[in-house]
């Protein structure tokens, strides 16, 4: 495992959390990233990542995959959403919060989102038999979690948090991938004997999980079911962007 998946699983996470601390980021503008990451989850997954699952095992994918796809389901009762841009109630982010007594429950929302990123980070322990869908992958998530440490920090000031509470909570969310990293790692390196059939089935977890994430983005309807041009334009750079990397890894 490089500690370069580290590091590129952990920084970006942590200055885009702390950004919010210099410059509110606008809500449409974290829409269209969101809309941008889960538009390149989703190409990747069936462009690059469900053919390489398949190629070397097929017994039981189905049913991981699915597993995947209902565990963030669940995930969502505890995350009230923030992974897809949400922050339940809480209309306007850059303002305080008027109601003290609907601060929402951090810890239900911390224990979610970290699992979502602690399992995401776990398939990046393995060497891919493409090492560069191995960084696309990396990309990927990378991208998907940028919006997600920001609307995160805004809600935990929003409704209250001292900046010191919310910097170490950021601090969790931001090694939580790196964790499912080297967990993954030494769990599958050591401890199993059939690595390749671990990886394979953590593999396809994760793409039930992007499968549930990406799809929840990029349907979404806007509040007055309009046609939104700037978020059509952005889900195509983000298919685009995956078909591009799609050559060139082959």
């Given at each position: ?5 580290f ?58 995959v ?13 995350t ?8 339940s ?8 919060c ?44 990378v ?31 931001a090694?939580?991938s ?41 349907f ?31």
């Amino acid at each position: 495992m490089s500690w370069l998946v580290f590091v590129a699983l952990f920084f970006p996470v942590l200055l885009s959390g702390l950004s919010v601390f210099l410059f509110k980021t606008g809500e449409k503008t974290l829409k269209l990233i969101l809309a941008f990451g889960g538009a390149f989850l989703l190409s990747l997954t069936f462009i690059d990542i469900i053919p390489e699952i398949y190629s070397t095992e097929t017994t039981l994918i189905g049913l991981f995959v699915m597993l995947g796809f209902f565990v963030q389901l669940l995930l969502d009762f505890l995350t009230k959403g923030v992974e897809h841009g949400h922050h339940s109630h809480h209309t306007k982010l850059n303002q305080p919060c008027e109601n003290k007594e609907t601060h929402i429950g951090f810890l239900g929302i911390m224990i979610g989102i970290c699992i979502h990123s602690f399992l995401e980070g776990m398939p990046l322990s393995s060497n891919f038999q493409n090492t560069l869908l191995k960084n696309t992958l990396l990309t990927g998530i990378v991208i998907h979690n940028i919006p997600i440490s920001i609307v995160l920090v805004s809600l935990f000031l929003h409704t209250g948090l001292r900046k010191s509470r919310a910097i170490i909570l950021l601090i969790i969310f931001a090694l939580s991938s790196p964790l499912g990293t080297v967990t993954s790692y030494f769990v599958g390196a050591s401890l199993i004997t059939q690595y390749t059939h671990f990886f394979n089935y953590v593999l396809a977890v994760v793409v039930g999980i992007f499968l549930h994430i990406s799809t929840t983005i990029l349907f979404e309807s806007d509040e007055n079911h309009g046609f939104n041009f700037r978020k059509f334009f952005v889900i195509v750079l983000g298919f685009g962007a995956t078909i591009l990397l799609s050559v060139l890894l082959h």
